[in-house]
């Protein structure tokens, strides 16, 4: 008499191992799946969204021509110290403009696909008792800094920066200040140097214009509405 056995003595040994392979392995493209869902892209708002929108036409092209992009992200969050938002706004600038650079709320841009955390330039404004002089500047002579007419001083140095102080009387705790110094940072890896400098001029000048009118000195700041050429001996 044949005797039948039981089905599980008749499955093969490697069809066992084979079935337990595949079962990993589509679990694991599963999680996979799972974890790159979880971590879009992030999304990015053009040149003149970026800053509460503080970039005009020619600022916002400018923007684009030094980070060859089309879309920007900007510091978000709230501040350890205070719990203020980090992103920036006229009115918390024109609140810290006394304050310490903590203090203060800075215009700080990313390009959004950018993974490597450095800003594109960040920007930042503060009351000023004084200002370098211009022609001082030009007679220095330095291949590295690039003077313009515009408000009290203005320049471009070769360390991916830029300064602007313009006419506007301020006060605050430590008193009554005649201007209000902008400066431009970058991270350096972001663009190069070359050929950027009028750029970046036209982007703090668009901002220093907008905070201007914000804290009623336009008039006072006579700031361009397009920058001009550089200066010269």
Not at 88 to 105: C, N, P, Q
Request: aromatic share 6%; proline share 6%; with cysteine.
């Amino acid at each position: 008499m044949n005797h039948i056995s039981p089905v599980g003595s008749q499955v093969n040994p490697m069809n066992k191992v084979l079935w337990w392979a595949l079962s990993t392995a589509l679990t694991l493209a599963a999680l996979s799946g799972c974890t790159e869902e979880s971590a879009p892209e992030v999304a990015g708002v053009p040149a003149t969204q970026i800053c509460a929108s503080t970039l005009d036409s020619s600022a916002a092209a400018a923007l684009k021509r030094v980070s060859g992009t089309d879309e920007f992200t900007e510091l978000e969050g709230e501040s350890p110290g205070d719990g203020a938002s980090n992103q920036f706004s006229l009115s918390g600038a024109v609140e810290g403009i006394h304050g310490t650079a903590s203090e203060r709320t800075q215009c700080t841009i990313y390009k959004a696909d950018d993974k490597s955390g450095h800003p594109l330039i960040e920007i930042d404004f503060e009351a000023a008792a004084s200002h370098p002089g211009s022609r001082s500047a030009l007679k220095a002579n330095s291949p590295k800094t690039t003077v313009y007419s515009i408000g009290a001083y203005a320049a471009t140095n070769a360390n991916f920066g830029a300064t602007l102080f313009f006419a506007c009387s301020t006060k605050g705790p430590d008193g009554g200040k005649p201007y209000v110094k902008a400066s431009m940072y970058s991270s350096g890896d972001q663009f190069a140097e070359e050929d950027t400098g009028r750029d970046r001029m036209i982007i703090l000048n668009s901002l220093s214009r907008r905070l201007a009118e914000k804290l009623g000195c336009a008039k006072e700041a006579s700031l361009p509405t397009e920058v001009p050429a550089p200066m010269s001996q």
